[in-house]
């Protein structure tokens, strides 16, 4: 329920967005091979330093620091141009996140990280060639023995380096398929879930139905610049549009985590080759969106991946609002914040 499918699909809080904690001490480097004749045979190491005069408490999720998960942790081009992610998106609430989502680095210390990403891009319609590699630098941070009780509590940093790397890719760039759970299932064939999901699925669509009229009638007013400064409200339009009149009859909707992908924190991920939807537990304790009308902040709610391939830049409202325009656009929070903030003004 509450917008979570929405948060899923495409993926709001009275909380303004304050002025960000600007920490600049961390560094990134890659290393990694530069001819390879198999996909397989693409390793990187990235290490994350901290230059900084404190510890830092780094959410992982989509950053280089997260091998555990196939988010993406780089962005890959080919001749200027992107190639596909087919990897996993996901959908976070840092209230139920544990310290198994972060990752601690102490003054003056480096962690480091292998990855293996042959299955989280398209390499096999992108051709053999030349492909640069740069990892994803921007992170949210937290003291460390912080807890993280709301959404928005996280600072937005982006590390001061991260250079590329270049792998001229040849020989066996065939499709690999992320892997999959064994164990998995992929339909819901719990019934009381089954009709969570559905009701969620009902009210995601109605949410962003709400979102696309008002942008329709309101246009860019203070409500639209705090979470997309100067976009195009059309653009951000026509991302709640495709959410409302979402139809797909192949899409799954599934209640078992089949890619084992439902870690510390996690509501829900966004398999990108498929846009299946797989929601995990948390995700079962939502409410719903009439209760912003009874006490619940927008904050605490929780559509976008499935229909419009935004990413995950960052979690919680204040956040959102602090994103560059483009970021915003692509931020799979902004639309899920945005939507309910719409919900608690005008239908309440």
Do not use: W
Not at 12 to 34: D, E, I, M
Not at 180 to 207: G, H, P, W
Not at 247 to 266: E, I, K, M
């Amino acid at each position: 329920m509450f917008a979570l499918s929405f948060a899923a699909f495409v993926l709001a809080s009275t909380v303004a967005a304050g002025p960000l904690k600007r920490y600049n001490g961390l560094t990134v480097s890659v290393t990694g091979p530069s001819d390879v004749t198999s996909i397989d045979e693409l390793k990187f190491t990235a290490s994350v330093t901290n230059n900084g005069a404190e510890s830092v408490k780094v959410l992982k999720y989509g950053t280089v620091l997260d091998n555990g998960l196939p988010t993406r942790s780089f962005t890959v081009t080919k001749d200027g141009a992107d190639v596909s992610f087919t990897g996993i998106k996901v959908s976070v609430s840092l209230e139920d996140a544990d310290d198994t989502a972060y990752t601690v680095i102490p003054v003056g210390e480096t962690v480091s990280v292998e990855h293996e990403v042959a299955s989280l891009f398209d390499f096999a319609t992108a051709g053999e060639g030349s492909f640069t590699f740069e990892p994803i630098q921007t992170f949210q941070i937290a003291e460390v023995e912080a807890q993280i009780t709301a959404l928005g509590q996280m600072d937005k940093v982006a590390a001061s380096s991260a250079p590329s790397v270049t792998v001229n890719i040849s020989g066996d760039l065939s499709k690999r398929e992320v892997r999959q759970n064994k164990r998995a299932v992929d339909i819901c064939t719990n019934a009381s879930r089954k009709s969570f999901i559905d009701a969620s699925y009902t009210e995601a669509k109605q949410l962003a139905t709400v979102a696309a009229n008002y942008i329709s009638s309101n246009g860019a007013n203070s409500l639209f610049t705090s979470y997309y400064k100067s976009s195009s409200t059309s653009t951000i339009r026509s991302v709640f549009t495709a959410v409302a009149g979402e139809n797909s009859s192949s899409r799954t909707l599934s209640c078992t985590d089949s890619f084992g992908a439902c870690s510390s924190g996690v509501i829900a991920y966004t398999v990108i080759a498929t846009t299946n939807i797989y929601y995990c537990s948390i995700f079962f304790n939502e409410v719903p969106s009439t209760s912003l009308c009874s006490g619940t902040s927008v904050a605490s709610r929780n559509l976008t991946h499935a229909l419009s391939d935004t990413d995950d830049i960052g979690y919680g409202c204040a956040f959102d609002q602090s994103l560059s325009a483009t970021q915003a656009r692509q931020n799979a929070d902004n639309y899920n914040c945005f939507s309910t903030q719409v919900y608690a003004n005008t239908q309440c």
